[in-house]
């Protein structure tokens, strides 16, 4: 039996019966066995836990490059700092914050004016501290910002409220005081 649609066409004259016969030959093979087999549970399973270990895989391939990443950069640092630290003599106390305790450096009075004007800046090198020109501290902050421990060269954002800055501006602190 063919359906309406077909009969109608043929009536026409717009088509024949051997295209007709030829549509309804088509139409029969896709509903038979061209249609995929669905997968059995165990395929489907595996296929789950296989995504589940490319997905770690990716994770750790990925921790793991970040960590290279990394690496090299605290090398480059230590590059840095090496090739360009300033040789700290004299015997005045340079006192600075580094977290939430007070650090000390010996210096001179040249160093300790230069550090003052943000010429010099101090970071955190091993287990100690070292004196590295303005130049070379911009190259150490686009590394790790963290390592900078002391600049008076960049301006600090966020310094409180302005009431307060306002009040303490009418105290004069002295240029020569050393704490």
């Given at each position: 039996m063919r359906n309406p649609l077909q009969e109608q066409l043929l009536k026409a004259?717009?088509?024949?019966?051997a295209?007709?016969?030829?549509a309804v030959r088509e139409q029969a093979k896709q509903r038979k066995g061209n249609a995929p087999a669905p997968p059995a549970a165990g395929q489907v399973d595996a296929q789950r836990l296989?995504?589940?270990?490319?997905?770690r895989d990716r994770a750790l391939a990925a921790e793991?490059?970040?960590?290279?990443?990394?690496?090299?950069?605290?090398a480059q640092i230590r590059q840095i700092v090496e090739a360009h630290k300033v040789k700290r003599e004299g015997e005045i106390a340079y006192?600075?914050?580094?977290?939430?305790?007070?650090?000390?450096?010996?210096v001179n009075q040249a160093l300790r004016v230069q550090l003052a004007s943000g010429t010099l800046v101090i970071v955190r090198h091993d287990q100690g501290y070292e004196l590295l020109p303005r130049?070379?501290?911009?190259?150490?902050?686009e590394r790790d910002a963290a390592m900078i421990v002391l600049d008076h060269g960049r301006a600090k954002t966020g310094?409180?409220?302005?009431?307060?800055?306002?009040?303490?501006?009418?105290?004069e602190v002295p240029d020569d005081l050393i704490w």
């Amino acid at each position: 039996m063919r359906n309406p649609l077909q009969e109608q066409l043929l009536k026409a004259g717009l088509v024949n019966k051997a295209k007709a016969a030829q549509a309804v030959r088509e139409q029969a093979k896709q509903r038979k066995g061209n249609a995929p087999a669905p997968p059995a549970a165990g395929q489907v399973d595996a296929q789950r836990l296989q995504a589940e270990k490319a997905e770690r895989d990716r994770a750790l391939a990925a921790e793991r490059n970040a960590q290279l990443r990394a690496n090299e950069q605290h090398a480059q640092i230590r590059q840095i700092v090496e090739a360009h630290k300033v040789k700290r003599e004299g015997e005045i106390a340079y006192r600075f914050t580094d977290g939430d305790t007070i650090r000390d450096v010996l210096v001179n009075q040249a160093l300790r004016v230069q550090l003052a004007s943000g010429t010099l800046v101090i970071v955190r090198h091993d287990q100690g501290y070292e004196l590295l020109p303005r130049g070379a501290a911009d190259k150490v902050y686009e590394r790790d910002a963290a390592m900078i421990v002391l600049d008076h060269g960049r301006a600090k954002t966020g310094s409180g409220n302005d009431a307060d800055d306002e009040y303490y501006k009418q105290f004069e602190v002295p240029d020569d005081l050393i704490w």
